[in-house]
């Protein structure tokens, strides 16, 4: 059946396409021409993004193979390009906290790794500035302008401890990343207003940290400034660069830990283990608790301590020692527990250096070779060196100054006290005592606190 060839348009709903579907002719029809396509164009109002180059290679191939060209782009308009304002982009991580699915790794997530805040650095780049970009009108197939949209961006406003230097935006100051509405800041101290729990997760704090609510078993807190907490602290592992203030109690259960640079202070401790490179000070009691500090142990006049060890490079205070059950409590004075710890590590070295020189020796008188010479010379030289260390460690263990452990009511038997080098047994009751070490005599001596004398009234 004898057809001339002929066309479809198809123009998009936007206006911003045609395409075309070009059919041959059959049986000695006419030909497709490019004139056709062009009034074709014209009776559809198309006059603009006309590729002319396209319709004349799609009429020749349409006539020359004889096959229907399908969906062809014949005409494209100009999308408008939108204005994009000033505006600040931040990096993604202070948008998106991770999920159980970041920490899943096969199958193991550690949900207490889930945190419900975000922490930056000082001078850390938080994000950039976007220039105000200017828009771009656009023109449909049929000659049409599309002027540009404004496109919709937050606009957010740098607020406290936020700098913008050379387009980039950095955190002032180390602390919490905070996003509100429009405006975002860090702020320096992380406030938890309810408990430690699951809905926190595991604390990393770079600054100070306020606790409302208390904490709950299992969760570490990490800050590099002052951690208060105004509950009682079931304690896992807490460290702090600063003090550690709890204004009730610490529980440990045996395996707490609680080290701080700074001071420590709470109402009372029970079975945790605490360090402090500063004082500790305590108003209720201290009890099965292995307790140090580089400063004063204080428990006032009325704080009991019962079980454990209390060592202190200064002065130790406190109520009562020990119990009528006799649980073993010890009380060191002037006792530097850092050198004493390293000191027992080095210790530990040249004793197994020790043992290996014995072995490489013994190992010599059978088969002398050059390689257990040099074994020999080298383990010699650390045994030496440790030596020397152990010797200076010794040297800097006790506090050269006088320092006393004042017990102000009971002392129970059983009550060991250590003071430079020099023990002491508590065989008998006894009632508002003081310890001191005699250096003369190279012994801890128990005397009887002498009651406070008022000052003298000057003359009338």
């Known amino acids: 059946m004898k057809r001339d060839g002929y066309a479809e348009l198809h123009p998009s709903e936007d206006g911003l396409y045609l395409r075309c579907t070009f059919y041959p002719p059959m049986e000695g029809g006419q030909l497709l021409t490019v004139e056709y396509i062009e009034i074709l164009l014209q009776q559809a109002g198309i006059t603009s993004g006309i590729l002319w180059d396209v319709i004349s290679e799609t009429v020749l191939t349409c006539n020359t193979e004889g096959r229907i060209q399908k969906e062809v782009l014949i005409a494209q308009g100009e999308p408008p390009i939108e204005a994009v304002p000033e505006h600040i982009a931040l990096k993604s991580r202070l948008l998106h906290r991770k999920t159980a699915d970041d920490l899943d790794k096969g199958g193991r997530a550690d949900y207490k790794e889930l945190r419900s805040y975000i922490t930056v650095q000082k001078d850390e780049p938080l994000g950039k500035v976007i220039p105000e970009k200017e828009g771009k009108a656009g023109i449909t197939i049929y000659g049409k302008p599309l002027p540009p949209a404004k496109k919709q961006i937050k606009v957010l406003k740098p607020g406290k401890n936020i700098a913008i230097r050379d387009g980039i935006v950095y955190a002032e100051h180390d602390g919490l990343f905070v996003l509100e509405g429009d405006t975002f800041r860090v702020e320096e101290v992380l406030e938890i207003k309810g408990d430690v729990d699951y809905s926190v997760g595991h604390i990393e704090f770079p600054g100070d940290v306020l606790i409302h609510g208390e904490i709950h078993d299992g969760f570490n807190i990490s800050a590099t400034g002052t951690i208060t907490c105004m509950s009682t602290v079931d304690a896992s592992e807490i460290f702090t660069k600063k003090d550690f203030i709890a204004k009730q109690g610490i529980i440990g259960r045996g395996k707490g830990i609680v080290r701080a640079a700074g001071s420590i202070t709470a109402k009372f401790i029970e079975n945790c283990t605490v360090e402090s490179l500063g004082n500790i000070t305590l108003q209720g009691g201290l009890f099965h608790c292995q307790t140090a500090a580089l400063g004063d142990i204080d428990l006032g006049d009325k704080g009991r301590v019962v079980g454990g060890s209390m060592r ?135 005397e009887p606190l002498q009651p406070k004398t008022p000052p003298k009234q000057p003359p009338k």
């Open 312 to 446: 202190a490079y200064r002065n130790i205070r406190c109520g009562s020692a020990g119990n009528q059950a006799q649980a073993p409590t010890s009380l060191y004075g002037g006792i530097n527990f850092v050198v004493e710890r390293r000191l027992r590590f080095v210790e530990e070295k040249q004793l197994s250096a020790t043992k290996s020189l014995q072995e490489v020796e013994k190992n010599l008188r059978h088969k002398a070779t050059e390689k257990l010479f040099q074994l020999r010379e080298e383990l010699k030289q650390s045994v030496e060196k440790l030596q020397k260390l152990t010797s200076e460690l010794l040297a800097s263990l006790y506090n050269p100054e006088e320092v006393t452990i004042t017990v102000y009511g009971k002392v129970y038997p059983g009550v060991m006290v250590f003071m430079g080098g020099a023990s002491f047994l508590v065989e008998q009751e006894a009632t508002g005592v003081v310890f001191r070490f005699d250096r003369a005599a190279s012994k801890v001596r128990m």
